[in-house]
């Protein structure tokens, strides 16, 4: 294989497992189905969580999602960042439990630093824009 074949496969198979918050945002807008899945802790997800997510923390994915969830419909497993791998704990419990999986790089963190809609126990968070990750106009 050429470097350029091997840079299209790896780059191809990539996108092909993993998304982004922008994207995922997008895909709840246009209606697409999927179900967005946080796998953090408890305490993590009533402090705050990406909008119409479900709560399953990634050591839980075995035994509640086939009764919970339906196989056909694709999942996105989210933590909380960059330097969290259980998305890709969950990640790896949903393709072992028959589930079409694609983890969402950037975890919550990301999503809320783009100002994305965040929800906690109490309830909807005020939206926030980080400079740093988004251009607000």
């Excluded at 091997?6 to 895909?27: G, I, M, N, Q, R």
């Excluded at 075995?62 to 990640?91: F, H, M």
């Excluded at 589930?99 to 926030?128: C, D, H, K, Q």
Aim: net charge negative; glycine share 8%.
């Amino acid at each position: 294989m050429t470097s350029t074949e091997t840079a299209l496969a790896y780059f191809s198979a990539k996108l092909a497992h993993e998304t982004d918050p922008s994207d995922v945002y997008a895909a709840q807008k246009a209606g697409d189905g999927f179900v967005l899945v946080d796998v953090r802790s408890e305490d993590a997800w009533n402090q705050g969580h990406a909008q119409g997510a479900v709560h399953m923390p990634y050591r839980d994915i075995a035994v509640r999602a086939p009764q919970e969830l339906d196989a056909a419909v694709p999942v996105v497993v989210y933590c909380w960042s960059p330097g969290c791998n259980a998305g890709a704990k969950g990640a790896v419990e949903f393709a072992r439990a028959g589930f079409t999986v694609r983890e969402m790089i950037g975890g919550f963190e990301y999503w809320a630093r783009e100002g994305l809609p965040v929800e906690a126990a109490s309830g909807p968070l005020p939206r926030r824009f980080d400079p740093l990750v988004m251009h607000v106009r």
